[in-house]
């Protein structure tokens, strides 16, 4: 039986720093020593404004990186978009702010035991947890290329930073207001040709993974994403963040995204059932 991430705990966590990256908000928050416990894939829980609010649910953010060597002990960064209610109240807390945080939640994005080829593609602010996996892979050995995507350039979240840990860096825009203009999906059947790529890590929006994974179907490919589903608890227990995954002998049963996922094997997860009862 699967069960929530065991390191999960909640606490009461200060922010802080929260900083404007085009259109996204860069958020530093303080979990002590909870830093060492995350790994890249997992996410947060955020109950959002303030104790008195309607809004009962907590928010989901997957974490983007920790830092355990900072002045302020052991820090996260999340990107976030202010879009609706929540994260909008999230993006408006002043540093020093104390947020009541679930953290570390899901799954992690595994590793390679050898050193391979491998290829990360992000599509908008799902580019921000590739950064951190980039530097855990290329201390592993492995080459890392990256491919980012999104409608236009101020949803591009590349950070100087992180650019390091990768070998290339290609960027599509719907617009072409920044990098080549285009589907961050259009170079990728070709790449994993030329560079014989072994693994892709995804994460973005959910049409975007599941046209990663039509590419790499029949192909030999691994092919590592992190879904967003919507998810209401976050820790498994209402069933809101189902989607339907397929075992080795090819039964299908909806898992939960909060506790089996976020990180799951493409080549299981059933893309065109996503969002159907079974
Ligand atoms: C694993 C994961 C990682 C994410 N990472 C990021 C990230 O890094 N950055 C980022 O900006 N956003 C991220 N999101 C999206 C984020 O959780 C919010 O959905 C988004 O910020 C919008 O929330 P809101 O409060 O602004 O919008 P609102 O529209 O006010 O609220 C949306 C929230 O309502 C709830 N909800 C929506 N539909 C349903 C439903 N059918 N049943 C029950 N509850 C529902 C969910 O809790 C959802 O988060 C992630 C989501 C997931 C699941
Ligand atoms: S969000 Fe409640 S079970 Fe996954």
């Avoid at 999230?90 to 391979?116: H, K, N, R, S």
């Avoid at 207001?177 to 994460?203: E, K, R």
Wanted: proline letters at 4%; hydrophobic letters at 45%.
């Amino acid at each position: 039986m699967v069960q929530i991430n065991k390191n999960a705990a909640q606490i009461k966590a200060t922010l802080v720093s929260n900083k404007r990256v085009g259109q996204y908000y860069q958020l530093i928050i303080n979990i002590g020593n909870i830093a060492n416990l995350c790994k890249p894939g997992n996410f947060v829980a955020i109950s959002v404004g303030g104790e008195a609010s309607p809004m009962v649910l907590r928010r989901a953010f997957a974490i983007s990186r920790v830092s355990v060597s900072t002045a302020f002990g052991g820090t996260m960064e999340l990107i976030v978009a202010p879009y609706g209610q929540g994260s909008m109240w999230l993006c408006a807390q002043a540093e020093g702010a104390t947020l009541d945080v679930v953290v570390p939640l899901g799954t992690a994005f595994g590793i390679p035991t050898e050193p391979v080829q491998v290829l990360l593609v992000g599509g908008g602010y799902g580019s921000a947890p590739l950064f951190g996996l980039a530097e855990t892979l290329n201390a592993r050995g492995c080459r890392v290329d990256m491919l980012l995507g999104a409608s236009t350039a101020g949803k591009i979240y590349a950070p100087m930073e992180g650019k390091r840990a990768v070998n290339s860096l290609r960027i599509y825009t719907e617009d072409g207001s920044m990098g080549q203009m285009g589907w961050v999906t259009d170079p990728i059947a070709s790449l994993i040709a030329d560079l014989n790529i072994a693994v892709i890590y995804s994460c973005g929006p959910m049409a975007m993974l599941s046209a990663i994974n039509a590419i790499t179907s029949g192909r030999d490919v691994v092919h590592q994403c992190a879904v967003e589903e919507s998810m209401a608890c976050g820790i498994g227990i209402c069933m809101t963040c189902v989607l339907p995954v397929a075992d080795e002998t090819g039964a299908v049963s909806m898992l939960r995204s909060c506790i089996d996922g976020p990180v799951m094997d493409g080549a299981f997860v059933q893309w065109d059932k996503v969002g159907q009862a079974l």
